[in-house]
């Protein structure tokens, strides 16, 4: 069973920058993929980003194209999400997930993290 554990969240005016770390139990083929979804009050998880492990493609929405970088820390089993230049429609609880194929489809992902509050003043 893989675990996720997110953290990084916080308040920030718009403009700003935060990083977001999720960190994974372990990799295996059963979390080859990392993605980020979003998740703001009154509203569907949304797809942000999906990239594999191994360095193979990623895929970012359009929304967060420009803005958001998702980066990997082997030696830590932790992934990174930079986001800049943040907008108030960015408020949302983040979360991590992992699974074996990338898709912007919340429900085909096996593991979840807890969330991370992003909040974003205008």
């Known amino acids: 069973q893989v675990q996720l554990v997110e953290s990084g969240g916080g308040l920030v005016q718009a403009g700003g920058s935060l990083r977001l770390s999720c960190a994974a139990s372990e990799r295996t083929f059963s979390n080859r993929v990392m993605a980020w979804f979003r998740q703001a009050p009154g509203k569907e998880r949304e797809f942000v980003v999906a990239?594999?492990?191994?360095?193979?493609?990623?895929s970012y929405a359009d929304s967060v194209k420009g803005r958001f970088t998702i980066t990997r820390d082997y030696a830590k089993n932790t992934v990174y999400l930079q986001v800049n230049s943040l907008k108030p429609e960015d408020t949302a609880v983040y979360y991590c997930a992992a699974g074996r194929i990338a898709t912007v489809t919340a429900r085909q992902y096996d593991y979840w993290g807890q969330g991370t509050q992003v909040t974003v003043s205008s």
């Open positions: 990239t594999y492990w191994s360095g193979g493609s990623t």
